[in-house]
T-cell receptor
Framework: DVKVTQSSRYLVKRTGEKVFLECVQDMDHENMFWYRQDPGLGLRLIYFSYDVKMKEKGDIPEGYSVSREKKERFSLILESASTNQTSMYLC????????????FGPGTRLTVL | AQKITQTQPGMFVQEKEAVTLDCTYDTSDPSYGLFWYKQPSSGEMIFLIYQGSYDQQNATEGRYSLNFQKARKSANLVISASQLGDSAMYFCAMREGHRGRRALTFGSGTRLQVQP
């Protein structure tokens, strides 16, 4: 079974802190994604990566950066956390096929105080 | 413009009855894929069913089927014989084109509550 894990289920940080959200997948998938989920808005793409060190901005990249130094690991970085970044963050991975399903991690609920 | 529209924020259904969750989409790409995911209260996203734009038949997976009406650009999820465990958020999503971005575009979701 494909497994996507995220470093924390719940995280509380203070405004201005640098925050790292880690995601690891164990199925050698080429693509990895970070989404943000807010009530009434569904999931919105922050960034995705299609190979090591390769990344593309999604729909809402402002205030975020990403890092993919190894194929299995994709990190989301909040350089200076703000209260409007309080949200559920979901990581996903997929193979390179055009219409292959994405496998999701359990999510990290981040609260910024 | 919204690419994926789910107009039902919440739905109720009686146990053992069928329910249809609506999804309409907007794309000018002739090649696309449509996905449905389930998100229980625990938070994980569970893939349910996939329909390709060139598929001739509606997709089915167990109790889930997709009512795909290409001309209307709708891809409604039908759950037959609802169970209490079907209570969850349901998201419709689309991937456009072979050369389009690899990520999915999601709708805002429908919360389904199955009543005993």
């Amino acid at each position: 079974d494909v497994k996507v894990t995220q470093s924390s289920r719940y995280l509380v940080k203070r405004t201005g802190e640098k925050v790292f959200l880690e995601c690891v997948q164990d199925m050698d998938h080429e693509n990895m994604f970070w989404y943000r989920q807010d009530p009434g808005l569904g999931l919105r793409l922050i960034y995705f990566s299609y190979d090591v060190k390769m990344k593309e901005k999604g729909d809402i990249p402002e205030g975020y950066s990403v890092s993919r130094e190894k194929k299995e690991r994709f990190s989301l970085i909040l350089e200076s956390a703000s209260t409007n970044q309080t949200s559920m963050y979901l990581c996903a991975s997929s193979t390179s096929g055009a219409y292959n399903e994405q496998f999701f991690g359990p999510g990290t609920r981040l609260t910024v105080l | 413009a919204q690419k994926i529209t789910q107009t039902q924020p919440g739905m109720f259904v009686q146990e053992k009855e069928a329910v249809t969750l609506d999804c309409t989409y907007d794309t000018s790409d002739p090649s696309y894929g449509l996905f449905w995911y389930k998100q229980p209260s625990s938070g994980e996203m569970i893939f349910l069913i996939y329909q390709g734009s060139y598929d001739q038949q509606n997709a089915t997976e167990g109790r889930y089927s997709l009512n795909f009406q290409k001309a209307r650009k709708s891809a409604n999820l039908v759950i037959s014989a609802s169970q209490l465990g079907d209570s969850a958020m349901y998201f419709c999503a689309m991937r456009e084109g072979h050369r389009g971005r690899r990520a999915l575009t999601f709708g805002s979701g429908t919360r389904l509550q199955v009543q005993p």
